[in-house]
């Protein structure tokens, strides 16, 4: 089993930046992917961000070229950087593991709420 801890998120003005982190500790697996889905009321868990063990990158169009995706030399802490956020960010975000960026994935994070509001 792998566990993930996510830490970051909080409330920010349009246009400004966030950080978020998760951990992953016990069984990884070498080949894998970690990443984030997002959540906001009453829509469905859409993909937002992953990358792989291989360090190779997949984004949601709408994100793309404002949020950035990346994990530590270990492997096991992935990090996505938000910035110019938008209201239309505002949700909770969800770290996954699994053995790519396609679902299904092993393990999911508690989610962590990111809030873009002037």
């Known amino acids: 089993q792998v566990q993930l801890v996510e830490s970051g998120g909080g409330l920010v003005q349009p246009g400004g930046s966030l950080k978020l982190s998760c951990a992953a500790s016990?069984?990884?697996?070498?080949?894998?992917?970690m990443g984030w889905y997002r959540q906001a009321p009453g829509k469905q868990r859409e993909f937002v961000a992953a990358?792989?063990?291989?360090?190779?990158?997949n984004y949601e169009d709408s994100v793309e070229g404002r949020f950035t995706i990346s994990r530590d030399n270990a492997k096991t802490t992935v990090y996505l950087y938000l910035n110019n956020l938008e209201p239309g960010d505002t949700a909770v975000y969800y770290c996954?593991?699994?053995?790519?960026?396609?679902?299904?994935?092993?393990?999911w994070g508690q989610g962590t709420q990111v809030t873009v509001s002037s």
């Open positions: 996954f593991f699994g053995r790519s960026w396609y679902p299904p994935f092993d393990t």
């Open positions: 016990g069984n990884i697996y070498r080949d894998n992917a």
């Open positions: 990358v792989t063990n291989g360090f190779s990158t």
